[in-house]
């Protein structure tokens, strides 16, 4: 058994070797961790964007709560919106300016046309979905079976789809 002794350029050879391997686990091992980190303060602090954006696209469709838009606008919020009561009727705006428009002009921003049939109607009382995928605009129905044959249609009123 014959061995042979390793010279010392095959030793440091080894040895360099060695260490590019190591060097490469922890440079990689730190550029994903700073990824993560980046990740995770770009979401954090972009979280009601990101949220918003979300809904403007999950929502379509589907009814949405009374709390997420301001009906002085009738747009879909980034935040949630205040409760007003007039009339006995629950109002939702963004703002106390909102809110005092409407008060100003009760009888334009109180009501809405029904998107599907195009009936007058209270937007306290409304079901309220958004008019296009990805854009903050709502409409209104009286009911909830204009709600669904308004999407059925692919957003279409029905006194357009008759013409």
Request: charged fraction near 30%; include cysteine.
């Amino acid at each position: 058994m014959n061995k042979r002794k390793i010279t010392k350029k095959e030793v440091q050879e080894k040895l360099h070797a060695e260490n590019r391997k190591f060097n490469r686990i922890i440079q990689m091992s730190f550029s994903l961790l700073l990824l993560l980190i980046v990740s995770v303060l770009v979401f954090y602090t972009y979280w009601t964007d990101s949220k918003y954006t979300f809904r403007k696209i999950a929502l379509y469709g589907k009814i949405i709560p009374d709390s997420l838009i301001c009906m002085d606008g009738d747009i879909l919020l980034h935040h949630e919106s205040t409760e007003v009561i007039l009339k006995d009727k629950s109002y939702f705006f963004c703002s106390d300016e909102c809110s005092g428009h409407l008060t100003k002009h009760f009888k334009e921003l109180a009501l809405s046309v029904d998107a599907y049939s195009g009936d007058t109607i209270w937007k306290a009382d409304a079901l309220i979905g958004l008019k296009k995928r990805g854009s903050p605009e709502v409409v209104y129905f009286r009911s909830y079976s204009n709600f669904e044959k308004y999407y059925q249609k692919g957003g279409k009123n029905n006194r357009i789809s008759n013409r």
